[in-house]
C-alpha cells in the first residue's frame, strides 16, 4: 500500500501544546486534545532524520483496535462528544489529521512507563545478565535470551522528554512517585491488559513479548488509559511460528529499525542517521503485518 509521508503538521487553528518523538498534539478547547501520530521514526529516543510514510496511520488503526478490544477492562482516553470535523474545518487541515489522529479527553498523566514484561529480551536481558534480577524483582537463575518468563512482571520506568532515554526503576521507587494505592492499580490493570492482549495475538500467531502503556486520571481521579496502546512502537511483536528461546526472534516491531542501527558507527544521540530505503520498506512491511494479524 502507498501512503504519503506526514513529518510534521502544520495546523494554525488550534494551539500545538507538544511535539513529542512521533505525536503533534494540539489543545481542543479545555478539555480536548487531538493527538496526530505522525510518520516520524525514533530508536533509542532519537528521531531520525526520514520518516516513513504511513507508519502513523497503521499505529493508529492498531491502538484504536486495542481500545476496543480492552474497553470492558478500564476507562481510556477516547472522547465520542467531537469529530474531526467539528475540529479542524479546514479540508487542508483536517487532511494532515485523517486517519492518523485521536480526540481524546484531557488527562493529568502520571509520570511513569507501565512496562508489563512476559519474555526476558532487551534492557530486562541486561540488567538480569548482571543481578539475576529485572527491576528488583528476583527471577530464576537458568533463564535464557528471550525465554518466557514464568509469569508476566511489572516494570515501570521513567518517561523520556525528546532526546533523553527512558530510567527502569523499581516498583518501590513508584510508589514514591505516584503512592501506593495508584502504583497498585496501574500494575494490576497494566497486568491484566497484557494478558488479554497476550492470548489474543497468540492465537494469530504473534508473541506479546513485553509492552508499555501510559495511565492518566481524570478530574474526578480515575484512572484511565490514553496515550498508544499495543502498538509496533510500545511493544515487542514476535514471529510465534518461528519463535526459539536462546536466540533474538523475528519481529514485527520497531526493533528491525533498532538492529540496523546497531550495525552502524553511531553513538546513539542526536542526528540520527538516515535510515535506508530497504530499512525503511521491511519496517512498514513488519507493520502491517502485525496490523493484519492482530486485527484479523
Known amino acids: 500500500m502507498s501512503y504519503s ?15 513529542g518523538k512521533v505525536r503533534d498534539i494540539y489543545a481542543v478547547g479545555d478539555n480536548h486534545l487531538l493527538l496526530i501520530a505522525t510518520d516520524r521514526v525514533s530508536a533509542f529516543d532519537v528521531v531520525m532524520p526520514k520518516p516513513l510514510p504511513g507508519k502513523g496511520i497503521l499505529l493508529t488503526k492498531i491502538a484504536l483496535f486495542w481500545f476496543d478490544f480492552i474497553g470492558d477492562l478500564m476507562p481510556n482516553h477516547l ?15 483536517r487532511a494532515q489529521a485523517e486517519n492518523r489522529s485521536m480526540i481524546v479527553k484531557r488527562l493529568d498523566g502520571l509520570p511513569i512507563e507501565a512496562v508489563v514484561r ?18 528488583g ?15 508476566p512482571i511489572f516494570t515501570p520506568a521513567t518517561k523520556a ?4 532515554h527512558d530510567e527502569n526503576i523499581s516498583f518501590a521507587q513508584m510508589q514514591s512517585v505516584v503512592g501506593n494505592e495508584q502504583a497498585d492499580a496501574v500494575r494490576q490493570a497494566s497486568i ?4 488479554r ?3 489474543h495475538a497468540r492465537q494469530r500467531g504473534i508473541i506479546i513479548a513485553d509492552t508499555k502503556f501510559e495511565f492518566g486520571t481524570d478530574a474526578n481521579g480515575t484512572l484511565t488509559l490514553m ?8 511493544s515487542r511483536f514476535w514471529n510465534a511460528a518461528s519463535y526459539q528461546a536462546g536466540s533474538s526472534p523475528e519481529s514485527y516491531d520497531k526493533q528491525f529499525v533498532r538492529d540496523y542501527l546497531e550495525t552502524l558507527d553511531w553513538n546513539k544521540t542526536a542526528p540520527g542517521p538516515d535510515l535506508p530505503e530497504d530499512i525503511m520498506q521491511k519496517t512498514l512491511a513488519r507493520y502491517e503485518t502485525a496490523y493484519n494479524k492482530l486485527t484479523s
Open 5 to 19: 509521508a506526514i513529518t510534521e503538521t502544520t495546523i494554525t487553528s488550534l494551539p500545538q501544546v507538544h511535539r
Open 79 to 93: 472522547s465520542d462528544e467531537l469529530t474531526l470535523q467539528d475540529i479542524l474545518p479546514d479540508a487542508q487541515e
Open 118 to 135: 512476559g519474555y526476558l529480551i532487551g534492557s530486562g536481558w541486561l540488567d538480569y545478565q548482571r543481578s539475576g534480577s529485572v527491576c
Open 137 to 151: 524483582i528476583e527471577l530464576p537463575t537458568d533463564l535464557t535470551l528471550a525465554q518466557q518468563l514464568p509469569e
Open 161 to 164: 522528554d525528546v532526546g533523553d
Open 192 to 195: 491484566e491488559i497484557y494478558n
Open 197 to 199: 492482549a497476550a492470548e
Open 227 to 234: 496515550d498508544e496502546v499495543l502498538t509496533p512502537d510500545s
